[in-house]
């Protein structure tokens, strides 16, 4: 089975695709940078490709921003506009030497060129796993750049007046699980529902190494604290997961995106099984973007993640309890009463035996995301199964099912909980079903992004 390309997130044409890098707004559009291989559709000749979009939906694709070079490949990186008319990136340049070093380059012509700094590198602690740096202005003026060291489990900051020199400020980590590294850090100060004073938020990512790895692979999490000194600081015990499925990873947030907002754009990937993937000649995608914000949930400020838009799309009846075929790219609003309802099951059943199970149980307080059939057991060992997570207490009952091809985003309680999975349903029609309580039937919507309509013999075949 080939999986289809997505038709509403960015996803290449052509080629490997991997982190965001270097998301901005500027001259009227969001212009995304990411991991590229030119060359081939596996990880490999890393370098920024580049994407650009008026609405976050439509991406107008353009040539290689940055490209690897004998000896030297780019890693991740961001992009500012600290001056009129210049946008400035720094990026890591991965040695073939075995040394990583943060890089500059910049751009007068809106991102479509670039200059590399003739200095480079501009920051270089000898270290083999120093990268990804995300520069951020700080409110009293000034810079602060973060990148990491991997192994270590640490984000290290830095702090300029000029983006010429940079002091170290300090650090912080490790925290939580040791058997995994530190990759893509970002640092947003959100807004916070109910109150005029915004939070400070570190996201990063975390992928597992050894010989005995995680299963579940990489994943995204997120830090609430304050920055003090240059240096982001949290009593937070452990680290709280941004994103429960099992393909968001290496999330950042845009520059200068419009009245402020955070919106953040991920890869819907994992290292686990991201070089299996059936697709060509594209590999890698996108999430939606997504504006994050903050609210207290069960007593503990936690991150909140909403999708920034969606494309126009058109309605389909959904009739209870029979399934409706529906091309696979669009979305499912589902309403219920949340303290007085059982669980209710959405199945998504697509090509051969491939199927999705979504489950939103609030008198457990579970919502999960069951990936099945034979596809997706031939994929890899560790992608078909289960993921779970918590629903808060207050919880709303509201659910939002997003499927793209095979791109699948669940967000639910407010979005305070978010599950991203690849799933296998293939190319053709889905069969969406929903299992609930007859007497609390939920509020049910698919809106399609391609209108459809078919007969009651062709819904029975597909299920």
Same mark, same amino acid.
């Given at each position: 089975?080939?999986?289809?390309?997505?038709?509403?997130?960015?996803?290449?044409?052509?080629?490997?695709?991997?982190?965001?890098?270097?998301?901005?707004?500027?001259?009227?559009?969001?212009?995304?940078?990411?991991? &590229?291989?030119?060359?081939?559709?596996?990880?490999?000749?890393?370098?920024?490709?580049?994407?650009?979009? =008026?609405?976050?939906?439509?991406?107008?694709?353009?040539?290689?921003?940055?490209?690897?070079?004998?000896?030297?490949?780019?890693?991740?990186?961001?992009?500012?506009?600290?001056?009129?008319?210049?946008?400035?990136?720094?990026?890591?340049?991965?040695?073939?030497?075995?040394? +990583?070093?943060?890089?500059?380059? =910049?751009?007068?012509?809106?991102?479509?060129?670039?200059?590399?700094?003739?200095?480079?590198?501009?920051?270089?602690?000898?270290?083999?796993? /120093?990268?990804?740096?995300?520069? *951020?202005?700080?409110?009293?003026?000034?810079?602060?750049?973060?990148?990491?060291?991997?192994?270590?489990?640490?984000?290290?900051? &830095?702090?300029?007046?000029?983006?010429?020199?940079?002091?170290?400020?300090?650090? /912080?980590?490790?925290?939580?699980?040791?058997?995994?590294?530190?990759?893509?850090?970002?640092?947003?100060?959100?807004?916070?529902?109910?109150?005029?004073?915004? +939070?400070?938020?570190?996201?990063?990512?975390?992928?597992?190494?050894?010989?005995?790895?995680?299963?579940?692979?990489?994943?995204?999490?997120?830090?609430?604290?304050?920055?003090?000194?240059?240096?982001?600081?949290?009593?937070?015990?452990?680290?709280?997961?941004?994103?429960?499925?099992?393909?968001? &990873?290496?999330?950042?947030?845009?520059?200068?995106?419009?009245?402020?907002?955070?919106?953040?754009?991920?890869?819907?990937?994992?290292?686990? &099984?991201?070089?299996?993937?059936?697709?060509?000649?594209?590999?890698?995608?996108?999430?939606?973007?997504?504006?994050?914000?903050?609210?207290?949930?069960?007593?503990?400020?936690?991150?909140?993640?909403?999708?920034?838009?969606?494309?126009?799309?058109?309605?389909?009846?959904?009739?209870?309890?029979?399934?409706?075929?529906?091309?696979?790219?669009? *979305?499912?609003?589902?309403?219920?009463?949340?303290?007085?309802?059982?669980?209710?099951?959405?199945?998504?059943?697509?090509?051969?035996?491939?199927?999705?199970?979504?489950?939103?149980?609030?008198?457990?307080?579970?919502?999960?995301?069951?990936?099945?059939?034979?596809?997706?057991?031939?994929?890899?060992?560790? /992608?078909?199964? =289960?993921?779970?997570?918590?629903?808060?207490?207050?919880?709303?009952?509201?659910?939002?099912?997003?499927?793209?091809?095979?791109?699948?985003? *669940?967000?639910?309680?407010?979005?305070?909980?978010?599950?991203?999975?690849?799933?296998?349903?293939?190319?053709?029609?889905?069969?969406?079903?929903?299992?609930?309580?007859?007497?609390?039937?939920?509020?049910?919507?698919?809106?399609?992004?391609?209108?459809?309509?078919?007969?009651?013999?062709?819904?029975?075949?597909? *299920?």
């Amino acid at each position: 089975m080939s999986l289809p390309r997505p038709r509403f997130h960015l996803a290449p044409s052509r080629n490997w695709m991997n982190d965001p890098n270097g998301l901005i707004h500027a001259d009227g559009r969001w212009h995304a940078f990411f991991q &590229y291989n030119p060359e081939g559709n596996d990880w490999g000749n890393m370098s920024w490709g580049h994407a650009s979009s =008026t609405d976050l939906m439509r991406w107008d694709e353009h040539p290689v921003a940055l490209s690897h070079r004998p000896g030297e490949q780019i890693f991740s990186g961001s992009v500012i506009c600290a001056s009129e008319g210049v946008l400035t990136a720094f990026y890591t340049s991965a040695y073939d030497h075995g040394i +990583q070093a943060q890089s500059r380059a =910049t751009s007068v012509d809106g991102g479509y060129t670039w200059t590399p700094d003739a200095a480079n590198p501009v920051l270089d602690r000898g270290s083999s796993d /120093f990268r990804d740096p995300k520069v *951020v202005p700080l409110p009293g003026g000034g810079w602060m750049m973060l990148t990491v060291e991997a192994v270590e489990r640490r984000v290290v900051f &830095y702090v300029s007046d000029d983006l010429d020199r940079w002091r170290e400020t300090g650090s /912080f980590g490790p925290l939580g699980p040791g058997d995994v590294v530190w990759e893509c850090p970002d640092l947003v100060r959100l807004p916070v529902h109910g109150s005029s004073a915004p +939070q400070w938020v570190l996201l990063l990512s975390t992928n597992p190494v050894g010989e005995h790895a995680d299963p579940g692979g990489s994943a995204m999490h997120y830090v609430v604290g304050d920055v003090r000194d240059g240096v982001f600081r949290s009593d937070a015990a452990d680290l709280s997961r941004l994103d429960y499925g099992r393909d968001c &990873y290496a999330g950042v947030t845009f520059a200068d995106a419009p009245g402020g907002v955070a919106v953040m754009v991920a890869w819907m990937g994992n290292w686990r &099984y991201a070089h299996d993937v059936p697709t060509a000649p594209w590999r890698g995608a996108m999430s939606l973007p997504r504006t994050l914000t903050v609210r207290r949930v069960d007593g503990e400020r936690r991150l909140v993640q909403r999708p920034t838009t969606l494309p126009p799309m058109r309605a389909v009846p959904l009739a209870g309890g029979s399934p409706v075929l529906v091309e696979p790219h669009g *979305v499912l609003t589902l309403g219920r009463q949340p303290h007085s309802a059982g669980p209710m099951r959405v199945l998504l059943r697509g090509e051969s035996d491939a199927t999705v199970e979504i489950v939103h149980d609030p008198r457990a307080r579970v919502m999960s995301v069951t990936r099945s059939g034979s596809a997706a057991a031939a994929l890899h060992p560790d /992608f078909a199964g =289960t993921s779970a997570a918590p629903l808060p207490v207050e919880d709303d009952g509201e659910v939002t099912i997003v499927v793209d091809g095979p791109l699948l985003e *669940v967000f639910a309680a407010g979005g305070a909980v978010v599950l991203s999975h690849l799933v296998t349903l293939g190319a053709g029609p889905v069969a969406v079903s929903i299992e609930a309580d007859a007497a609390r039937p939920p509020a049910a919507r698919f809106d399609a992004f391609e209108d459809i309509a078919l007969r009651d013999d062709e819904v029975a075949e597909a *299920v």
